[in-house]
T-cell receptor, first 114, second 113 residues
C-alpha cells in the first residue's frame, strides 16, 4: 500500500489557469506538508497542517490555497498560474505529537506552466 | 531562522573512492536528516541523527553529527555507481505545535566507472 500518494503525477497547463493537486496519506499521521522543489532542486516548505489546522504558511503567494478536509488529506489549489509556479510539488506526512521521527514524502507532482 | 548549507553542490567521483559531503547549519536544530533523491523520484530517508556525536551507518554510507560545530557529514566509502543520486541534509525544528524541515541545497553525486 502506498503511504503518501499524490495526484496527478504530471500536470501541464497554461498561464492563468487554476489547478489542484491532491494528497492522501494512509499512515494515520497527524501532520501533513506541502513542499516545492524548483528547477535547481532546491526544496522549501510551503505549508504544514496539523489535524486539519494550518500551522505553517511560509510566505507563499495567496494564489496558493491548501485545504485539509480531514487528517488524511491535504490538497493544494493554485489560482492564476504563473510561469514561476513550474516545479515539483511534494506532499509529506509525519506523526508530530507522538514524537515520530520520520517524514514520509509522496511521489511528487511535476507542474509545468506554459 | 535555520539555514542549512551543503558542500559540494556537485561531486564526481570514481568507483572505489571515498568522499565526504558536508552539511552546516546556522542555529540549533533538534535533529538532522539525510535524504537521497534519484532523478525524477521522491525523497528517501537515509538517516536521522538526534544527538551530538551520533553516528549511523548503512552499507557504504555513514552519517555523523557534531552539534557544537553545527556540522553533519555524510561519508561515502568505496563508492559504487548505484550511489549516484542527489543527497540532501535537512535540519528540523519542533516548537511543539509546529515542526518543519529546512533543506540544504543538495549535493549531486555522480559515480563514474
Amino acid at each position: 500500500d502506498t503511504a503518501v500518494s499524490q495526484t496527478p503525477k504530471y500536470l501541464v497547463t497554461q498561464m492563468g489557469n487554476d489547478k489542484s493537486i491532491k494528497c492522501e496519506q494512509n499512515l494515520g499521521h497527524d501532520t501533513m506538508y506541502w513542499y516545492k522543489q524548483d528547477s535547481k532542486k532546491f526544496l522549501k516548505i510551503m505549508f504544514s497542517y496539523n489535524n486539519k489546522e494550518l500551522i505553517i504558511n511560509e510566505t507563499v503567494p495567496n494564489r496558493f490555497s491548501p485545504k485539509s478536509p480531514d487528517k488524511a488529506h491535504l490538497n493544494l489549489h493554485i489560482n492564476s498560474l504563473e510561469l514561476g509556479d513550474s516545479a515539483v510539488y511534494f506532499c509529506a506526512s509525519s506523526q508530530v505529537l507522538a514524537g515520530g521521527l520520520e517524514q514520509y514524502f509522496g511521489p511528487g507532482t511535476r507542474l509545468t506552466v506554459t | 531562522e535555520l539555514k542549512v548549507e551543503q558542500n559540494p553542490l556537485f561531486l564526481s567521483m570514481q568507483e572505489g573512492k571515498n568522499y565526504t559531503i558536508y552539511c552546516n547549519y546556522s542555529t540549533t536544530s533538534d535533529r538532522l536528516y539525510w535524504y537521497r533523491q534519484d532523478p525524477g523520484k521522491s525523497l528517501e530517508s537515509l538517516f536521522v541523527l538526534l544527538s551530538n556525536g551520533a553516528v549511523k551507518q548503512e552499507g557504504r554510507l555513514m552519517a555523523s553529527l557534531d552539534t557544537k560545530a553545527r556540522l553533519s557529514t555524510l561519508h561515502i566509502t568505496a563508492a559504487v555507481h548505484d550511489l549516484s543520486a542527489t543527497y540532501f541534509c535537512a535540519g528540523f525544528i519542533n516548537t511543539g505545535t509546529a515542526s518543519k524541515l529546512t533543506f540544504g541545497t543538495g549535493t549531486r553525486l555522480q559515480v563514474t566507472l
